[in-house]
């Protein structure tokens, strides 16, 4: 899985990605993966986020309507989620709207789902998990 955010905001702080200590990060996007990611993201800025494994995987997500039990007890997930919620937390009021859309590598152009109105603050909940293709609008 593959989790962009965008906004028309100022251009969202960058995390980098550690191989030797793997965490939450928020990376620059480019390329044909950009140019598809607009499709869902219209926004003027559009970054990558990801999880303790360096793709979105590691972020707690719901599959065949079920959240997937290892996410959901994972200290590393746990930590994820707290991240984010605190980076989305920190991101300006006048950066609204924000949105997040997730999708498997390689999907970014197909068509969404899902869609969702949360808090930064929904995404520490236990039984927050994404959905493949759904767009989130945060408020």
Known sequence: MVYYLGTDGN????????KDSPAFNVLEIDGPERDHIRKQLPHRNIVYIGSHEGCGCGFRSYRDGYLMEGDAKDADTDADHAGLADYLARLPASDRPIQIFGCWSGD????????????????????FGFRERELITLI
Not at 11 to 18: G, K, N
Not at 118 to 127: E, T
Request: glycine content about 0%; aromatic content about 8%.
């Open 11 to 18: 251009a969202p702080l960058t995390i980098p990605w550690s």
């Open 108 to 127: 970014e152009s197909t068509p969404i789902e899902y869609t969702r109105e949360i808090s930064p603050s929904d995404l520490l909940d236990p039984s």
